[in-house]
């Protein structure tokens, strides 16, 4: 599939049940997402990476390129990262930036990430003046079937929003705070990086766990260091390439917008 298979324009307004369970609860489920053809390519990519990567062009050798290209700005998330971390400069440049990507294969006892969460301050959650600000969003997008119970990422719903230091009762894997999901491949789980998260153990040996996990952030802030190379990120149709600028708002002595990817205009 090309970018104008799925273009950005197709996506549409977040609703408001959607931004009511994102404030609520700190994530979101997105169930079904991709077509068949779309997942064993991306999967297999993903494969390939951990495999053989050499034998991959240059240009394909990261989670966010070849097939896994169209996951960065696939209508369904921009819809949402439009609603929690800004809308877009203009027609061709997006209101929040795409800096972090890894692909995942976790099989049969083994485990991710212990409980965590973001961090505070410019990346964390709020809510101001009637819109949703998360400052540090991930996508994890799932290419392998997810049952309750054996292994998705668990989620402490409204953690994001605490008051008080998670008891020690609750820092485990353990804690009855903690929800998870199930969803067919080619769907996407959207949560904010201050809700308190964790990877457990993968408990099926019918397959692994696959995934991609995208992070995002608003146009003028950053957190991690950019993993993609500039060669990679020109080889992008304008709009996409625009997640990927440098960190700035406005060069006043250019009368300039930052509304643009150029060579020395990349994110570090």
């Not at 972090?100 to 959650?125: C, D, K, T, W």
Request: charged share 20%; with cysteine.
């Amino acid at each position: 599939m090309t970018y104008e298979d799925h273009p950005a324009d197709a996506a549409l307004p977040m609703t408001d049940e959607q931004k009511f369970i994102f404030d609520l609860k700190g994530w979101l489920l997105l169930p079904g997402l991709l077509a068949d053809g779309e997942v064993t390519a991306i999967r297999e990519h993903v494969y390939a990476l951990r495999d053989d990567r050499d034998s991959l062009d240059p240009k394909d050798r990261y989670s966010l390129s070849g097939p896994g290209q169209i996951l960065v700005d696939h209508p369904a998330i921009v819809t949402v990262l439009r609603g929690v971390l800004g809308a877009d400069r203009h027609d061709g440049c997006y209101g929040f930036r795409c800096e972090n990507s890894f692909p995942m294969i976790r099989s049969e006892g083994q485990s991710g990430l212990v409980p965590h969460a973001g961090p505070r301050g410019l990346h964390s959650y709020s809510f101001l003046n009637g819109g949703i600000y998360s400052g540090l969003t991930r996508v994890a997008w799932e290419l392998n079937p997810v049952r309750k119970g054996e292994g998705g990422t668990l989620v402490m719903s409204g953690s994001h929003k605490m008051n008080f230091p998670i008891p020690d009762s609750h820092r485990g894997f353990d804690s009855p705070l903690f929800e998870t999901y199930e969803c067919p491949p080619g769907s996407a789980i959207i949560f904010s990086e201050s809700v308190n998260h964790a990877g457990p153990m993968w408990t099926t040996k019918d397959h692994p766990r696959v995934a991609v996990f995208n992070c995002y952030s608003n146009a003028d802030a950053q957190f991690h260091k950019l993993n993609l190379p500039t060669e990679v990120i020109e080889a992008m149709p304008p709009k996409r390439r625009t997640l990927f600028r440098g960190v700035w708002h406005h060069d006043f002595s250019r009368a300039q917008s930052n509304d643009y990817f150029s060579d020395e205009n990349v994110a570090l």
